[in-house]
């Protein structure tokens, strides 16, 4: 296929086949996965040099002998005995906004899940595992969504510029923090990486790290909103909380295609791959094949094949902060659920046009006005 701006792309639907690009990175390399969809003008690089921007390969583009070693450091941080001990935190903290919001629901107020409850969650759990630049929550959000729309989107030149300019301010706090910092930025240092290489990290921590766990914990919560009798089993305890989350991340996932380069010429299900092909890994898609999935379009928590979604992606880039991602959802899925009894859905999430990433900006219900049993 083509994009919007005639680039050619060979795109991977099947699951088995998106697990094999994914799996094979000598032969599919990374290399492309922080390009910009849309190539930048002159002149918006002009203003991300002026800010001293640069992305070296660190993680998610990192094909080179840096990258266990920066992986495992990142992986360190993010071990799951770590994550296990934010449990108890994060659960009082979403019971407590769940009493407030539900509160507000019973006189008929209108609750955004979004703004109210998901966006930051994940960036305040992120910055009790590894220290964080100190800038506020806002300023955070909105750096980590202009960079997913500079480098996925669709754009048009002054709004490249307009987005360099909020990405490029922020990398210069990233750049103070990753010269002093401590915590995995100290833990990068002492290993020798260099400063663009630790600003990289925090880059990519602070975009895949939170951001895409918002958007998760909003789309989850709206699709709970018209699964009623899911939601009736999680009240008996007859269908499983983690079920449900991992028949969202196959139905819902934030994250719905990734890319890769062809390092050499390959086959690929019978079609030549010739070498320097871009592949769009459509993981989305991957996440409803019938030869993987018993009942692809149906929301089912538990059911054959709900678990192998590659929400996460497989092999040696898989998401290293999955585990995290699955405990902040479990604790909203069991806290938050009961809120979407008995509400109106009066504005759903609203995803802008992205190669990549869903970036749902609200999602508005209101409650009867009736004190709930």
């Known amino acids: 296929m083509s994009d919007h701006v005639g680039v050619r792309h060979l795109v991977v639907t099947r699951h088995a086949l998106v697990r094999q690009v994914l799996a094979d990175p000598v032969t599919y390399r990374p ?3 922080l390009d910009a969809v849309t190539p930048m003008p002159v002149t918006a690089l002009r203003v991300l040099a002026g800010h001293r921007f640069r992305l070296p390969p660190t993680l998610a583009n990192n094909s080179g002998a840096s990258h266990p070693e920066i992986r495992a450091i990142v992986a360190a941080a993010l071990h799951p005995e770590l994550v296990g001990a934010q449990r108890p935190w994060l659960t009082a903290l979403v019971r407590d906004r769940v009493a407030r919001l539900g509160t507000r629901l019973d006189t008929g107020a209108p609750v955004d899940l979004y ?3 998901a966006a930051d969650l994940p960036l305040l759990t992120l910055a009790r595992l590894v220290e964080l630049p100190d800038a ?5 959000k909105e750096f980590a969504r202009a960079a997913l729309e500079l480098f996925w989107a669709p754009l048009d030149t002054d709004r490249q510029l307009a987005l360099a300019a909020e990405v490029g301010r922020f990398h210069r706090v990233l750049r103070d923090f990753a010269a002093t910092g401590g915590g995995l930025a100290g833990e990068l240092r002492a290993a020798g990486h260099p400063p663009d290489v630790v600003v ?6 602070l975009v895949a790290g939170q951001e895409t766990t918002s958007q998760f914990l909003t789309l989850l919560l709206h699709r709970l909103a018209g699964e009623p009798a899911v939601r009736a089993g999680l009240r008996t305890g007859d269908v499983a909380v983690a079920d449900v989350v991992e028949e969202g991340l196959r139905l819902e996932p934030p994250i719905v295609t990734w890319r890769r380069v062809a390092a050499t ?3 690929l ?3 030549a791959v010739p070498a320097g092909s871009s592949l769009v890994l459509w993981l989305a898609r991957a996440g409803r094949d019938p030869a993987v999935v018993e009942t692809p379009d149906e929301f089912r928590p538990g059911q054959r094949g709900s678990r192998r979604h590659l929400s996460f992606g497989a092999g040696a ?4 902060g999955d585990v995290l991602a699955r405990m902040e959802a479990a604790v909203v899925v069991a806290e938050a659920a009961p809120l979407l009894d008995g509400v109106t859905v009066v504005r759903p999430p609203w995803c802008p046009d992205n190669l990549t990433f869903r970036m749902p900006d609200a999602f508005v219900i209101r409650g009867t006005g009736l004190m709930r049993s």
């Open 31 to 33: 290399d492309n996965a």
């Open 317 to 320: 880039h898989r998401c290293v």
């Open 200 to 205: 990289g990290a925090l880059f990519f921590l």
């Open 115 to 117: 703004a109210d409850l």
């Open 269 to 271: 299900g019978g079609t």
């Open 136 to 140: 506020p929550v806002g300023a955070v």
């Open 265 to 267: 010429d390959s086959t």
